[in-house]
């Protein structure tokens, strides 16, 4: 005798009365790129491993109904002495599709989860910026957009999802 399990979908108890949360990825592109290498080629010869300033920022705006642009934003700098021998910026954005999905949790998803799926092909792209300007590959070490988040959320500095 096979036992049977009831989720109680027909007995009206909201399980599932109310649709499921849909995100979906429309595409996700560069938005604007720079890479400086301004003292070239006397940086490209320098023995000394160079002071690397990484910042990271995130934005989210609504772009259509059901659209939000989420936008990661990463600028290096690295430098010898206080002489610059790279710099690299980059914004790279992403369209997300969100049906569905609670007011309350929108924001959260444009500022942590949006960033989190962007952050992989952006750490490739300045890798690869990097590298191709002379340099070794800047590897980014991953960033945990929660506690990001929350940070901005104390300064109050949350984007406009």
């Not at 592109?29 to 990271?56: C, G, H, M, T, W």
């Not at 800047?138 to 990001?148: E, K, N, W």
């Amino acid at each position: 005798m096979a036992d049977e399990i009831d989720l109680g979908a027909n007995e009206g108890n909201g399980f599932m009365d109310e649709p499921m949360p849909q995100v979906a990825i429309i595409t996700q592109y560069v938005k604007d790129l720079s890479f400086e290498n301004p003292n070239a080629p006397n940086s490209l010869q320098l023995q000394a491993q160079p002071r690397i300033d990484v910042n990271v920022g995130v934005n989210a705006r609504k772009a259509a109904d059901n659209v939000y642009e989420v936008e990661l934003k990463i600028s290096a700098k690295a430098d010898v002495d206080g002489t610059a021998t790279f710099m690299v910026e980059l914004v790279y954005a992403g369209l997300f599709g969100l049906q569905n999905v609670p007011e309350e949790a929108l924001e959260p998803f444009c500022i942590i989860e949006g960033p989190r799926i962007l952050f992989p092909f952006a750490r490739r792209i300045i890798a690869d910026a990097v590298r191709d300007g002379g340099f070794p590959p800047l590897m980014l070490d991953p960033i945990d957009f929660g506690a990001l988040y929350l940070a901005q959320q104390q300064q109050g500095q949350v984007g406009n999802a």
